[in-house]
């Protein structure tokens, strides 16, 4: 059996505007922002609102919304920001790395011959972020 699903975690917080975030899209189901610690430029994240903690528990319904919502994120992310390509990461309880209990993915454009810079990362700049995002957003349409 999975652990609960804890609505105190940071990402439960950020859809209840508890907690600021840089958004890049919105609706009834999804929410994508900036990570707060990118390990490349344009790292992004992209949650839904319902509860689940991972890959393990979260509807297959639920899913089928998230990944349709991800990867039309990630093609805008990557032709907003001129990447080369992206890749996507999910981590499921700390075993598999996750830090924060509520599923999430991971969109890292990528650029040809250029690493991910490695976990953790510092803090990203703000105004770059928001800057990131709005191109993104722009893209989104
Ligand atoms: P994971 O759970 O997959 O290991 O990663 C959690 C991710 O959430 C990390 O990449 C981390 O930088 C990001 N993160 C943690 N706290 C916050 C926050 O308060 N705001 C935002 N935007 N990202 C966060």
Same mark, same amino acid.
């Given at each position: 059996m999975t652990t609960p699903y804890d609505d105190t975690n940071i990402f439960a917080?950020?859809?209840?505007?508890?907690?600021?975030?840089?958004? #890049?899209?919105?609706? =009834?189901?999804?929410?994508?922002?900036? @990570? !707060?610690? %990118?390990?490349?430029?344009?790292? /992004?994240? #992209?949650?839904?609102? =319902?509860?689940?903690?991972?890959?393990? @528990? !979260?509807? %297959?319904?639920?899913?089928?919304? /998230?990944?349709?919502?991800?990867?039309?994120?990630?093609?805008?992310?990557?032709?907003?920001?001129?990447?080369?390509?992206?890749? /996507?990461?999910?981590f499921s309880e700390a075993a598999g790395g996750q830090e924060v209990f509520h599923i999430h993915f991971h969109v890292l454009p990528r650029w040809n011959d250029v690493r991910m810079t490695p976990h953790p990362a510092p803090m990203g700049d703000k105004t770059v972020q928001a800057e990131q995002a709005a191109k993104i957003r722009a893209a989104l349409g």
């Amino acid at each position: 059996m999975t652990t609960p699903y804890d609505d105190t975690n940071i990402f439960a917080k950020i859809i209840r505007g508890e907690i600021p975030c840089h958004k #890049v899209f919105e609706d =009834a189901d999804v929410l994508a922002f900036m @990570d !707060i610690m %990118p390990r490349s430029p344009g790292h /992004l994240l #992209v949650i839904p609102k =319902a509860p689940a903690r991972n890959l393990l @528990d !979260i509807a %297959p319904e639920q899913l089928a919304v /998230l990944i349709r919502q991800t990867q039309r994120i990630a093609k805008a992310a990557v032709s907003a920001l001129g990447a080369d390509g992206l890749t /996507l990461q999910q981590f499921s309880e700390a075993a598999g790395g996750q830090e924060v209990f509520h599923i999430h993915f991971h969109v890292l454009p990528r650029w040809n011959d250029v690493r991910m810079t490695p976990h953790p990362a510092p803090m990203g700049d703000k105004t770059v972020q928001a800057e990131q995002a709005a191109k993104i957003r722009a893209a989104l349409g």
